[in-house]
């Protein structure tokens, strides 16, 4: 495992700086929802193109859910930990990909604040019980599905994702791990190889 000591955490403050400035964009851009917006309201920014559509998801991505209704919270707690542990072990090796970690961090941080506490401050529900606030909405694309696609072929579809900040900064930092990830390993060679 690569080295940790504390004159390679000298990055940190601000790995942790960018993730924390994501998780307040994030959540001031929901409160100004919450306080202007009723639920299922629709505002057009670009036409039908952009929208602020004010939902609430209660499951994953594409509002898929599973297992008891706190599994999902958990499992994201979980799941940010370990990147959070990731980041502190490995951050200083490479920064673009540093970033990349911390750009996810901050958005699962800012979608678990959702999960564990609107639902109690919204609505008086149990902790861990909440919902994600979305209103990013974006009308992709609507047409019919090729029959050759497995499973929806020949269907109608529209691809019209509601999301947020935190969404946003989840799915840049996902395209950065895989766009900087060679770089990453490369630079963990460097720093693992025995010098002679």
């Known amino acids: 495992m690569t080295d ?3 004159r390679d955490r000298t990055w940190l403050p601000s790995a942790l700086a960018t993730s924390g400035a994501l998780v307040v ?3 001031l851009t929901k409160v100004i929802v919450l306080r202007t917006m009723s639920l299922g309201d629709s505002i057009p920014v670009l036409g039908s193109w952009l929208r602020l559509t004010f939902t609430e998801n209660p499951g994953m991505a594409f509002g898929m859910s599973f297992g008891p209704p706190a599994t999902i919270t958990i499992l994201s707690v979980v799941a940010t930990i370990v990147i959070g542990v990731y980041l502190v072990r490995i951050g200083h090796v490479h920064a673009p990909y540093r970033y990349s970690l ?3 961090l901050g958005g699962a941080t800012g979608n678990i604040i959702d999960r564990v506490f609107y639902g109690k401050i919204l609505y008086g529900e149990p902790l861990f019980l909440g919902h994600v606030v979305d ?3 974006v009308d992709v694309w ?3 599905v090729p029959d050759a696609v ?3 072929g020949g269907e109608y579809m529209a691809l019209f994702p509601i999301w947020n900040v935190a969404d946003m ?3 840049a930092g996902v395209v950065g791990i895989l766009v900087f990830q060679n770089g990453y390993h490369r630079r963990l060679e460097q720093t693992i190889a025995p010098t002679t």
């Open 4 to 6: 940790i000591s504390a």
């Open 25 to 27: 964009i994030d959540q």
């Open 150 to 152: 497995p499973l929806i």
């Open 135 to 137: 209103f990013i909405h």
């Open 142 to 144: 609507r047409g019919w």
């Open 169 to 171: 900064s989840i799915v």
């Open 102 to 104: 911390a750009f996810v």
